[in-house]
């Protein structure tokens, strides 16, 4: 059975992150007014790893999310430099706007920046939660590529298989542009018997700048289809962003028939981006069931 037969329906979801600066929350709030109208299952809320202000940028937008939008919304939790006390704190204030949905994450170690100790891996994080507050729910990041730090897919799996054991109902994946290296990390993780739904993290690439960062940075495989509409419409952005939702709306699909739990659109605070997917899949989607707020 497929994940989308046995929670009956795929859910579609936006990943926004805070802006830096006043402007860019002001375009943020904007966005997100007009996302709301596509009724996504949630909203979740990146946070930077290494920033002390988290209650000023992810508690506050995700506030927005939640009380003005209404919309469920998920917290991005890092905890690599938060000691216990701040995840604490961080939970309460959460708690008192009606968020109870987190990712807990371990977050990426800074090179020359000695992580707390409080949590080590992420599943440090959702014990804790689970003790502390075992009313909040908790999803889990995942890599079907493998993350960059394991020495390979077994270790991998076997780490995340304990992270959804000690209390992840779902998990979301990094974002990957080859539906084979999704399915292979599927079949992984039903032979290691995770079964939590995981949600299928998408990237539209719409913009020379975006395509180019991630041909530096990107630790996923990028297939000869892609890099070839990278390389054809790199300069001619119309063309770019055309081929490159195109080519995300085709990953879409294809996922959505094989019967992924959910798609999860990196939105990269475009709404446009998001809205043009919207409409050429929206038939494909359950609007109607949503995390409960
Ligand atoms: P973990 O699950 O702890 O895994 C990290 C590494 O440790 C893996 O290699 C794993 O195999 C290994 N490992 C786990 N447990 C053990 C163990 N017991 N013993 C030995 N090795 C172990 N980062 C941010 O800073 N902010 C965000 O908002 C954010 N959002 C994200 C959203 C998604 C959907 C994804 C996929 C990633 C996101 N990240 C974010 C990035 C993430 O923080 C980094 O990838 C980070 O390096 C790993 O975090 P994790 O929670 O996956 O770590």
Redesign the pocket.
């Known amino acids: 059975m497929t994940d989308s037969q046995r929670g009956g329906g795929t859910s579609l979801s936006f990943e926004v992150f805070p802006a830096n600066t006043q402007v860019g929350t002001k375009k943020l709030i904007q966005t997100l007014n007009e996302l709301q109208d596509l009724q996504p299952h949630f909203i979740s809320v990146?946070?930077?790893?290494n920033k002390a202000n988290i209650e000023e940028t992810t508690v506050k937008i995700a506030d927005y999310v939640t009380n003005t939008l209404r919309i469920p919304t998920i917290a991005?939790l890092?905890a690599a430099y938060l000691s216990k006390q701040q995840v604490s704190t961080i939970l309460g204030q959460l708690e008192k706007l009606g968020i109870r949905h987190v990712?807990a994450?371990?977050?990426?170690i800074v090179e020359g920046i000695p992580p707390k100790r409080d949590f080590s891996?992420?599943?440090d994080l959702v014990t804790f939660i689970q003790e502390q507050a075992p009313y909040f729910d908790i999803s889990g990041?995942?890599?079907p590529e493998i993350?960059p730090?394991?020495d390979n897919r077994i270790?991998?799996i076997k780490?995340l298989r304990?992270?959804v054991e000690a209390g992840c109902s779902q998990l979301?994946?990094?974002l990957f542009f080859d539906n084979e290296q999704f399915y292979q990390f599927k079949e992984g993780c039903s032979l290691a018997e995770i079964d939590a739904p995981i949600l299928a993290?998408i990237m539209p690439i719409i913009n020379r700048k975006q395509a180019l960062r991630l041909i530096k940075v990107s630790s996923s495989q990028l297939p000869k289809k892609f890099l070839a509409i990278l390389e054809k419409y790199e300069h001619n952005p119309v063309a770019l962003r055309d081929a490159g939702l195109a080519y995300a709306i085709d990953q879409i699909v294809d996922l959505v028939t094989q019967g992924v739990a959910g798609i999860h659109l990196y939105t990269m605070n475009q709404s446009d981006t998001a809205r043009q997917i919207h409409q050429a899949t929206k038939s494909l989607f359950q609007t109607t069931e949503r995390l409960g707020v």
């Open positions: 990146t946070c930077s790893n991005h890092p990712l994450l371990r977050g990426d891996y992420a599943s990041a995942c890599y993350h730090d394991s270790s991998d780490h304990k992270k979301i994946t990094q993290g």
